[in-house]
T-cell receptor, first 113, second 114 residues
Framework: TQLLEQSPQFLSIQEGENLTVYCNSS?????LQWYRQEPGEGPVLLVT?????EVKKLKRLTFQFGDARKDSSLHITAAQPGDTGLYLC?????????????FGKGTKLSVKP | NAGVTQTPKFRVLKTGQSMTLLCAQD?????MYWYRQDPGMGLRLIHY???????AKGEVPDGYNVSRLKKQNFLLGLESAAPSQTSVYFC?????????????FGPGTRLTVL
């Protein structure tokens, strides 16, 4: 069974602060996705990274895939209350009973005005 | 487009009762998935389907059955509900099996088994 560890599990910050969420594994993944989930809704894809060392930016969000394709990070600059939600990383691989995506347990972010 | 829809949104069952959760997608996706989400456990795959008429077991299939009679629908059945099946169930679909493809999720069904 492959595992993805996310940290921190919970994060409560003030509007305007910066934060980083980490996603780590001992396994190599073919790709790494980040999803955001709001209460009462399903996860929605934010970004997919596929190349070791890849960095993608989405407005104030910066995503990085580790060189060895075993870890990833999500950095948010100047967080806003609208960033509040559950952030899930998902590692991609082929085959196995876990399907084609392994999900981390998530980081619950709360941004206070 | 409605995307992925799930019926019902909420359900309360007594131990031993049965029910079927319905998932429908209008994106003509071949691949469909059923996950359960529990506090502190993340999303875990129950069953998945790689096309009409085909299904496969995921990580936590015990106590569940599925059917994919039509391409756009994926049904999840609980034959004899147990309290351990209290969870939020999400259906998802994707265009291909490639892991870099986006999975589109429904809004979820919150199931409580008493």
């Amino acid at each position: 069974t492959q595992l993805l560890e996310q940290s921190p599990q919970f994060l409560s910050i003030q509007e305007g602060e910066n934060l980083t969420v980490y996603c780590n594994s001992s396994s190599v993944f073919s790709s790494l996705q980040w999803y955001r989930q709001e209460p009462g809704e399903g996860p929605v894809l934010l970004v997919t990274v596929v190349t070791g060392g890849e960095v993608k930016k989405l407005k104030r969000l910066t995503f990085q895939f580790g060189d060895a394709r075993k870890d990833s990070s999500l950095h948010i600059t100047a967080a806003q209350p609208g960033d509040t939600g559950l952030y899930l990383c998902a590692g991609g691989y082929y085959g196995g009973s876990q399907g084609n995506l392994i999900f981390g347990k998530g980081t619950k972010l709360s941004v206070k005005p | 487009n409605a995307g992925v829809t799930q019926t019902p949104k909420f359900r309360v069952l007594k131990t031993g009762q049965s029910m079927t959760l319905l998932c429908a997608q209008d994106m003509n996706h071949e691949y469909m998935y059923w996950y359960r989400q529990d506090p502190g456990m993340g999303l875990r795959l129950i069953h998945y389907s790689v096309g009409e008429g085909t299904t496969a077991k995921g990580e936590v299939p015990d106590g569940y059955n599925v059917s994919r009679l039509k391409k756009q629908n994926f049904l999840l059945g609980l034959e004899s509900a147990a309290p351990s099946q209290t969870s939020v169930y999400f259906c998802a679909s994707s265009y291909s099996w490639d892991s870099y493809n986006e999975q589109f999720f429904g809004p979820g069904t919150r199931l409580t088994v008493l």
